[in-house]
């Protein structure tokens, strides 16, 4: 079946810090990818996203590059701000678009 | 427009009571699908709704009770609950056929946060 790992947290940067949030999956046939952030007390929003292999997704200054020969699409983001901190979840759909299947999410923290 | 409304925010109910979770999109798309939330875990899938049918049921408990009136709106019935049912819900939307592509990307309302005493 699909899966998705997510690198644990949680993660605590400084703000302007570089952030990478590590995602590597297992599917069967070519999922599409997806990066969504879920802030306190709220549902989770589609940060970005990538269909194919070599798609790079970009959204609010945080990139991920779907990678089909090390089957990976991690976060980054060059400088990070207070305003970033939250939970982001990787996720991968596949073709048939009913399922989701979602990493165990990574806690983000940005001090000023 | 990427909307997707939830009601209530907030719903605190006792074991006996019976409540409704409400969800509306108007984003012309095809599937709906709620989720269960536990704190600091990722959402769980309970059903999916495609084209007004219910296409996928989690094995969930009969307590819950989807309902899916037409494309725009998706309810969730609870009736009996337990105390470990306190969770986040969450609705979401999918399947926008822009042009002749399929997007699978899925819409996240708000949520319900639900207590159960």
């Known amino acids: 079946g699909n899966s998705v790992t997510q690198m644990e947290g949680p993660v605590t940067l400084s703000e302007e810090a570089f952030l990478t949030i590590n995602c590597t999956y297992t599917?069967?046939?070519?999922?599409?990818l997806f990066w969504y952030v879920q802030y306190p007390g709220e549902g989770l929003q589609l940060l970005l996203k990538?269909?194919?292999?070599?798609d790079k997704g970009s959204n609010k200054g945080f990139e991920a590059t779907y990678r089909k020969e090390t089957t990976s699409f991690h976060l980054e983001k060059g400088s990070v701000q207070v305003s970033d901190s939250a939970v982001y979840f990787c996720?991968?759909?596949?073709?048939?678009?009913?399922?989701?299947?979602f990493g165990e999410g990574t806690q983000l923290t940005v001090n000023p | 427009d990427t909307e997707v409304t939830q009601t209530p925010k907030h719903l605190v109910m006792g074991m006996t009571n019976k409540k409704s979770l409400k969800c509306e999109q108007h984003?012309?798309?095809?599937?709906m699908y709620w989720y269960k939330q536990k704190a600091k875990k990722p959402p769980e899938l309970m059903f999916v709704?495609?084209?007004?049918?219910?296409?996928i049921n989690e094995s969930v408990p009969s307590r819950f009770s989807p309902e899916c009136p037409n494309s725009s709106l998706l309810n969730l019935h609870l009736h009996a609950l337990q105390p470990e049912d306190s969770a986040l819900y969450l609705c979401?939307?999918?399947?926008?056929?822009?042009?002749?592509?399929?997007?699978?990307?899925?819409?996240f309302g708000p949520g319900t946060r639900l207590t159960v005493t």
């Open positions: 990538a269909t194919k292999a070599d």
């Open positions: 709704y495609s084209y007004e049918k219910l296409s």
């Open positions: 599917a069967t046939g070519y999922p599409s």
């Open positions: 996720a991968l759909s596949d073709r048939s678009g009913s399922r989701l299947t």
């Open positions: 984003m012309g798309h095809r599937a």
């Open positions: 979401a939307s999918s399947h926008r056929l822009a042009g002749a592509k399929l997007s699978y990307e899925q819409y």
